[in-house]
């Protein structure tokens, strides 16, 4: 197993995020926020710039995250757009329903995921299994539609050479370890995987993600976030922190035990984000050692 980091996690400035990751001697990177943007949505000068930079610091792009179906689905976009003028005109103008959204992901988003992880060499592309909305309930069937959007990215990833690597996310229709491993077994494409997050699957209501969780995804891991989650005693709301309740020890170990010999990227989702960054990987090289 190789270890990499979210850059954005440690700083919104890729060539900071990337001297960072050097100097701790990390074997890779994945991409997501640089600026004020989302990879590879960036300003022209970023799309310029990002290759250089990879090039300059030798470091692989083991992995994008463009916030790919991380949107309403069945759902129309939020009203809340409305309120910013600027906001209010894009959905006006690209986006119009639930559907023209995910066209838009389908039709544009990917393809220039595709086009930036070739050009660099990467091999994972991660994505969400929509946001469901408020309304409804993680039990609730995954619409129909929200599967057919899903087989069309898989086909154009595979078609490309490429992995897509679902990630487990709380607010999505895959939001534990059992409904994501359903979704993929739906999906039904070798190029289609799973981003392993036990974190996220806590929050989502899966109090033992390990090893639990982890039984329904071991053999569709293809990429992994490192993180940790507690339940506030005050408010017993599941929230992110930097030493939790995930099992990660028992969960590092399952893993090099399985063979897995992909990437676990540090994305603590906490601040200071450069302390938390570097005390994350002192663990997590830590529970390696202990477990060789």
Excluded at 56 to 82: D, M, N, Q
Excluded at 161 to 169: H, K, R, S
């Amino acid at each position: 197993m190789k270890l990499s980091v979210v850059t954005d996690e440690i700083s919104a400035d890729l060539e900071t995020a990337l001297e960072l990751a050097s100097d701790w001697n990390l074997d890779g990177v994945e991409l997501r926020g640089i600026g004020g943007a989302r990879y590879p949505e960036v300003s022209p000068f970023w799309q310029a710039r990002v290759p250089e930079l990879i090039r300059e610091y030798r470091l692989p792009v083991v992995a994008i995250s463009p916030g790919l179906f991380k949107i309403p689905y069945p759902e129309k976009p939020s009203p809340a757009t409305r309120v910013l003028r600027w906001e209010d005109e894009f959905v006006f103008q690209r986006v119009r329903s639930a559907e023209e959204l995910v066209r838009f992901h389908l039709e544009v988003l990917l393809p220039h995921t595709i086009a930036a992880a070739r050009q660099l060499g990467t091999p994972v592309i991660v994505a969400f299994t929509f946001d469901r909305g408020e309304n409804k309930p993680p039990e609730a069937p995954v619409p129909q539609g929200a599967i057919d959007a899903l087989k069309e990215a898989a086909r154009q990833v595979e078609a490309a050479g490429l992995t897509l690597a679902l990630e487990v996310e709380h607010i999505c229709w895959g939001d534990t370890g059992e409904r994501t491993a359903r979704l993929v077994e739906k999906i039904g494409s070798s190029a289609v995987g799973i981003n392993w997050d036990p974190a996220n699957a806590y929050r989502a209501g899966s109090d033992r993600p390990f090893p639990e969780g982890y039984q329904a995804v071991r053999e569709l891991v293809r990429h992994v976030h490192y993180k940790d989650a507690a339940t506030d005693p005050a408010t017993g709301q599941r929230n992110f922190v930097f030493n939790g309740v995930i099992d990660w020890r028992g969960q590092i170990e399952a893993l090099l035990h399985d063979g897995y010999a992909g990437y676990m990227s540090i994305e603590t989702h906490v601040r200071p984000k450069v302390a938390m960054a570097r005390g994350s990987l002192e663990l997590i090289r830590k529970y390696m050692e202990a477990a060789r």
